[in-house]
């Protein structure tokens, strides 16, 4: 290719012709050389395979293995027989969805927006990835094809989506993608996988804030039982989206600012074995007035032998390498001490040996943070460590001391934290790792990417089992909303219907069973589909990690209580308009074979 003149590319069948002007960028040219483009050449990329991977490095610093080969090979082998039959210049629309709420559940939160439109900012086959795959796919491929693949771009590609972080429900698209059918087919596997444990970590999360409650706090723990380094960064970032306060990930903390939080291991407290083992004795004065006459360890031993004989504990009985332990870590961290307290007995030693640091930390003017337990009956010894903080910070005058935190960790889920509700804990922090990061109840959502339309003429995917018809052709969707204010029905309909109007009946139907139908009388009537990719690059300003975390709860609380409970919840009803309805059931009677009988 050369500047001006005529251009004929061979791409197979169906190949294009297109002018270029003394402006126009040659394939592979730098970007110093970039110029305008013509439409004809929209959808193959002006940029170089270096400047994808630096913006790639940018964009999505926690995975940068997000590219066009990060899919299924099946999505190639279409693409070529989509190319050697023609197809270049179809137009297709697909829908990403999902059939079933997870967790036993009735609502899911949309996560992964954000990373697949990173995801099309830098969609671009390397040099690299061509040569992969001339050694993979069949020697029978063109050449042609290879040139085809390293020039595409999403640039014609449009995609409308619900806001991110709001809830959804079975059905209703989370995404509509359209453009060339080629294109769209390869987003299908990346734009899957960039969604479905997204948004199945964020539904997790959100169910354990509303089992926990609003003033309990939420930290992530679970990078170390993770599907992988990936997926314990996934699901710090997604739990964080879900309502969690924190996470111990400290990558995740430094990739999306998201607090990091922790203390020490049993293993910390076991390394000692005796106070001799303290080597710092000397401690920085924080407080006002004069300095403590004796040294940290001194006082700890001393606060130790006066808190036993007030909480008749033997105080000979608490474990000395634990009290070197905890010393040892509040010298390290005075400002924020946490300990520990189940490495041999919460309530013999353990309680004990914490008090007397957090006395001696307020004899130097700081003040410790709290507890935590990883064993045993944590209703039970949650009621024992809020029961002596109390008595204690009365005794010596210390209201600070009564609201310590208490932190309980152990295996915890859903399940453990509402029976927690009913024993009446006192816990005021949940570490949850294991149930959390890998969805133990239900390890995937399910969701699927299905075209609905080829230029113009819409498609549908009959089967046996109803629930895997497709509702074809592109479609609107819209939340209706009752007097109280609370969602009532999400409804599907065909472009180009009046959408529903506050104050009008509308009528719902089921998509496949006829007799289930109502009028629904909206209060208010909300749009769910939002413009945000068209014309080569993102069409509105993405919200930031607090915004979408923010909706989340927002979106949330537009729910009645009974579609969040987790025992039996009211399913939540969606449904299409009367038109989308009988448009359905003629193209399936349209595509759906007569038998025969004999």
Known sequence: MGFGGTVTQ?????????????????????????????????????????????????????????????????QITMAYAYWKSGKVNDVATFDLFFRKNPFKGEFTIFAGLSDCLKFLENF???????????????????????????????KDVTVCALSEGSVCFPRIPLMRITGPLIV????????????????????????????????????????RRAQGPDGGLSASRYAYIGGFDGTSNVLAGKLFQIPIKGTHAHAFVTSFTGLEEVQCREFKYNGEGELPEKDFLTLCVNWRNQLGEFLSILA????????????????AFPKSFVALIDTYDVSKSGMLNFCAVALTLNDFGYKALGIRIDSGDLAYLSRVVKETIECVGKQYNLPWFRDMVITASNDINEETILSLNEQGHKITCFGIGTHLVTCQRQPALGCVFKLVEVNNKPKIKLSQDVQKVTMPGQKEAFRLYSSDGHALIDILQRPGEAPPQVGKRVLCRHPFEESKRAYVMPHKVEPLYNPVWANGQI????????????????????????????????????????????????????????????
């Open 184 to 223: 769209v087919q390869l987003l299908e596997t990346t734009f899957l996988t960039l969604t479905n444990y997204s948004s199945l970590i964020t539904t997790n999360a959100a169910r354990f804030r509303i089992a926990a409650g609003k003033e309990i706090s939420l930290l992530e723990f679970g990078l």
């Open 539 to 598: 069409a509105q300003n993405m919200p930031t990690l607090v915004e979408i975390r923010q909706n989340v709860q927002e979106s949330l609380r537009t729910l009645r209580q009974d579609h969040k409970r987790s025992l039996n919840p009211t399913p939540y009803k969606v449904g299409v308009s009367d038109d989308l309805y009988h448009f359905i059931h003629d193209l399936w009677l349209e595509n759906a074979p007569i038998g025969e009988l004999s």
């Open 316 to 331: 000979s009985e608490a474990h000395d390498g634990e009290l070197a332990a905890f010393i040892s870590y509040a010298l």
């Open 124 to 154: 671009h086959y390397s040099e690299t990835d061509i040569r992969y795959l001339r050694t993979v796919l069949p020697e029978s491929v063109e050449d042609e094809f290879f040139q085809f693949l390293q020039q595409l771009s999403p």
């Open 10 to 74: 061979d791409l197979g069948p169906g190949s294009r012709t297109w002018d270029t002007g003394p402006d126009q960028q040659e394939i592979g040219m730098d970007d110093t050389q970039s110029g305008a483009r013509t439409p004809e050449t929209a959808m193959f990329s002006s940029r170089s395979s270096k400047d994808c991977q630096e913006r790639n490095a940018e964009l999505c610093l926690e995975n940068s293995v997000v590219q066009p080969l990060l899919t299924d090979l099946y």
